[in-house]
């Protein structure tokens, strides 16, 4: 059977195309009744609307714009990569897609960021932010402008954007903590935990799943206070490779931001004298090679090309005023090992 168009819901509503028109696009001077025949055709005759076509129509397009961090966090890399990867596609359906880069870990900067963008009713921001007041009151405040917002790979839950797209970080860090305690098994010990920073929600929200595990199903590990890293290798390394000299009993580290290269070296400076169990999160090519020679024991990821097809659908729908398929966005934990890497 062929799909049904805007000319086969005219015959049998009996009214013209520019009244399916008004109806479909909630225009006014349309009576109620007409209306209601209307969708009733649409539901008889299952249409069901071509947006792409109807916006290339009217000349309609969209411009959508991810702010994310600079530095030298691998994953930010490869996710601005898979937004630069969605350009050509988002093109032939007249979405422009931008990306602004912004310090890490400070707020002033993305929002000076924001301000310098000229943002119009209708257009799109996927924001990966640090929580902070002002982020907050600029989402806001873009959201009461008719700007739709939505956050990425890490949340501002008590702002106004419309969605967030990313793992339930939460779950990540209570499944870190689980890999970790049965891979430790009955050894007795310490954990060291390593983070970017504890103004980022995803980390936070990570740390607090980690421990409510590690608490409530393996007493016998203690938890050692969380390292800030900034994601930066480097500092890390030696915040890390420091609490592993002076805390010979740790069995363990969960690394749940950035810093992996961090991580692996601190690890290899003291092998010989302390067996340690280790879980990070993103797959990168630094991850991938730890995991290779057992270094790391697991990583778990979040697939970011997903999460920027995520981001595109959903800034578009929330600008057609489409329903969302809150299945088809909710991005899944994976995690890999030496022997399932892809």
Known sequence: MSRATVHDVADAAGVSLATVDRVLNNRKGVRAETVDRVHDAISRLNYVRDRTAA??????SYAFTFIVPSGGNSFMRQLE???????????????????????P??????????????????????LV??????????????????????TLISDVPNSHRTHYVGIDNGAAGRVGASLLGRFVGERRGRIAVVAGSMVLRDHVERRLGFEQVMRSEFPHLTLLP??????????????????LKDHRDIVG???????????????EAVEAQQRITAIA????EHSRKALVSGKLDAVLVQDCAREVRSAIRLLRALVDDEPIAESQERIPIEIFMR????
Request: without cysteine.
């Open 339 to 342: 022997d399932n890497l892809p």
């Open 281 to 284: 999160h993103e797959l990168t």
């Open 226 to 243: 969380t390292l800030e890293g900034y994601d930066d290798a480097k500092t890390v390394e030696i915040a890390l490779g420091a609490l």
């Open 55 to 60: 916006n290339l129509a009217r000349g309609r």
């Open 129 to 150: 932010a640090t929580e902070s007041q002002i982020i907050r009151e600029k989402i806001n405040d873009l959201i009461a402008r008719g700007v739709h917002v939505v």
């Open 105 to 126: 870990f400070e707020p002033e900067p993305t929002v000076r960021a924001l301000e310098g963008l000229d943002l119009r009713s209708g257009d799109g921001i996927a």
């Open 253 to 267: 580290v969960y690394s749940l931001g950035a810093g992996t290269r961090g991580v692996v070296a601190a690890l």
């Open 81 to 103: 990569a898979e937004i630069e990867r969605a350009k050509p596609a988002s093109a032939r359906e007249r979405i422009d897609l931008s990306i602004v880069t912004v310090p």
